[in-house]
Nanobody, 123 residues
Framework: VQLVESGGGLVQAGGSLRLSCAAS????????MGWFRQAPGKEREFVTT????????LYADSVKGRFTVSRDNAKNTVYLQMNSLNSEDTAVYYC?????????????????WGQGTQVTVSS
């Protein structure tokens, strides 16, 4: 299984980015896919997740209304659209996958992880 994130970069505060997570070795239509992030000196924290079973999604309060998770089953890819970015969104963003269709924000609930992509928001 391989999860490869892309789309990170440097953006000004108030701007937008779309991250991609291309999966191989698993099909995103059969896995609950999540996004986490880790800022320097901080623990890795939950951002969002989307269930393959219900199609429902869950968001951290800090990103609710600004970030949107989606998936393209044909491309076997999950996306994270990030709008109204601010300096607190600066972090390495990780894609994760779990077989269960139940949503969870707990890191240990995910079996597979990508290597991460850096997002830097300048103020």
């Amino acid at each position: 299984v391989q999860l490869v994130e892309s789309g990170g970069g440097l953006v000004q505060a108030g701007g937008s980015l779309r991250l991609s997570c291309a999966a191989s070795g698993l099909t995103v239509s059969s896995y609950t896919m999540g996004w986490f992030r880790q800022a320097p000196g901080k623990e890795r924290e939950f951002v969002t997740t989307i269930s393959w079973l219900s199609g429902r999604s869950l968001y951290a309060d800090s990103v609710k209304g600004r970030f949107t998770v989606s998936r393209d089953n044909a491309k076997n890819t999950v996306y994270l659209q990030m709008n109204s970015l601010n300096s607190e969104d600066t972090a390495v963003y990780y894609c994760a996958a779990r077989k269960s269709g139940i949503l969870t924000s707990i890191r240990s609930g995910y079996e597979y992880w990508g290597q991460g992509t850096q997002v830097t928001v300048s103020s």
